[in-house]
């Protein structure tokens, strides 16, 4: 069974950064591509950032391009989104999530594609 656990989130005025991890463990992390989506309240889940199975490829949401990096560590079975510049409309919770397909070669950003998710950290970031 896949287990993903998110770290990292807290409370920041905007313009600060944080850097979110995500700890996989269940099955070969190396062949699926993982994502961060995030959910604030009374609004739908969004992806904010993929990346392939290899790292290669990314897609980032348009609200954060410029601002957040999605990368990951095979060796490490880790994925991190690093986020610059902080705003408050940036607040929400942050859930990873993995592929459902191995060795998917594009990255996607639907939710329906993502079988596994953690548990969720909760980001704020006040003006």
């Known amino acids: 069974q896949v287990q993903l656990v998110e770290s990292g989130g807290g409370s920041v005025q905007a313009g600060g950064s944080l850097r979110l991890s995500c700890a996989a463990s269940?099955?070969?992390?190396?062949?699926?591509?993982m994502g961060w989506f995030r959910q604030a309240p009374g609004k739908e889940r969004e992806c904010v950032a993929a990346?392939?199975?290899?790292?290669?490829?990314?897609n980032y949401a348009d609200s954060v391009k410029g601002r957040f990096t999605i990368s990951r560590d095979n060796a490490k079975n880790m994925v991190y989104l690093q986020m610059n510049s902080l705003q408050p409309e940036d607040t929400a919770v942050y859930y990873c999530?993995?592929?459902?397909?191995?060795?998917?070669?594009?990255?996607?950003?639907?939710?329906?594609?993502?079988?596994?998710w953690g548990q969720g950290t909760q980001v704020t970031v006040s003006s």
């Open positions: 999530a993995e592929d459902g397909q191995k060795f998917r070669l594009w990255v996607t950003v639907r939710l329906s594609d993502y079988d596994y």
């Open positions: 269940g099955r070969t992390f190396g062949g699926y591509a």
């Open positions: 990346i392939t199975w290899h790292g290669g490829r990314t």
